[in-house]
C-alpha cells in the first residue's frame, strides 16, 4: 500500500469503565504540529510535518522530502462525544487522548403518554 515504513501510528487503546484512554506514538512532533478534530463522531488524529520545505541553493529549489511526513488515524467514538469531552495531553513524543464513555441516551429521552381506555 505504497507508504514508508515508520509512517504508522503506534496506538495503544486501553478501555477503562469510564471511557478510553488512547496513547499514540508521534516522536519527533511539536504540539502546533498535531491536529486531533472530532467529527461526526470520529475523532481524527493528524500529525504533519515539514510537509514540502523547499530550500534555494543557488537559484535551484532543493526539496527536502526526508523530514516530511504526515499521519492520521481516525477511531469511532459515537456521536454522543462532545469536543469538549476529549482531553488530549502531548508530552514526551507520546499523544494522551482521553474520551469518556458516553451512551446516546436517546431512547430513554423518549415521553410516552399514557393511553387511557
Do not use: C, W
Not at 515504513?5 to 496506538?11: D, S, V
Amino acid at each position: 500500500y505504497g507508504k514508508h515504513a515508520g509512517h504508522e501510528m503506534k496506538t495503544d487503546v486501553r478501555e477503562t469503565e469510564s471511557g478510553y484512554e488512547v496513547d499514540i506514538d508521534l516522536p519527533g512532533f511539536k504540539k502546533d504540529e498535531i491536529n486531533v478534530e472530532l467529527n461526526n463522531g470520529y475523532l481524527s488524529i493528524s500529525a504533519a510535518k515539514g510537509l514540502d520545505k523547499e530550500e534555494k541553493k543557488e537559484g535551484k529549489y532543493i526539496r527536502k522530502e526526508r523530514y516530511a511526513g504526515s499521519m492520521s488515524r481516525s477511531f469511532y467514538v459515537g456521536d454522543a462525544i462532545k469536543q469538549e469531552d476529549v482531553k488530549a495531553k502531548y508530552e514526551d513524543g507520546i499523544l494522551r487522548l482521553s474520551v469518556p464513555k458516553k451512551e446516546a441516551k436517546a431512547v430513554e429521552n423518549k415521553k410516552y403518554i399514557a393511553i387511557e381506555g
